[in-house]
Nanobody
Framework: QVQLVESGGGSVQAGGSLRLSCAAS????????MAWFRQAPGKDREGVAI????????TIVGSMKGRFTVSSDNAKNTLYLTMNTLKPEDTAMYYC???????????????WGQGTQVTVSS
């Protein structure tokens, strides 16, 4: 059974940083992709970053480029999202997702974590 558990969310002031973690269990982590999504109240879930287990360079979406980075610790089966220069518009629930074949920015991944809240105040 695949389980994804996010952690690391919290409240920060604008300009601050956070690092989110996604611990994966029951997932081979060597095929397909893992991804980070976020969902603000009243908005659709949007893709933030795609991590390709094949080794292809990570995709970071739009306004998050240059501020967000993705890294992994294979020994811990953990994916990280490091967020710098946070803005109030980054406030959202952040989710980790995984899929054995799909690698994209639509929320079509097979497996999801429960989410971790990020709140950025101005």
């Amino acid at each position: 059974q695949v389980q994804l558990v996010e952690s690391g969310g919290g409240s920060v002031q604008a300009g601050g940083s956070l690092r989110l973690s996604c611990a994966a269990s029951g997932y081979t982590y060597t095929t397909g992709c893992m991804a980070w999504f976020r969902q603000a109240p009243g908005k659709d879930r949007e893709g933030v970053a795609i991590f390709f287990t094949s080794g292809k360079p990570t995709t970071i979406v739009g306004s998050m480029k240059g501020r967000f980075t993705v890294s992994s610790d294979n020994a811990k089966n953990t994916l990280y999202l490091t967020m710098n220069t946070l803005k109030p518009e980054d406030t959202a629930m952040y989710y980790c997702a995984a899929d054995g074949t799909y690698c994209g920015l639509s929320p079509r991944y097979a497996y999801w974590g429960q989410g971790t809240q990020v709140t950025v105040s101005s």
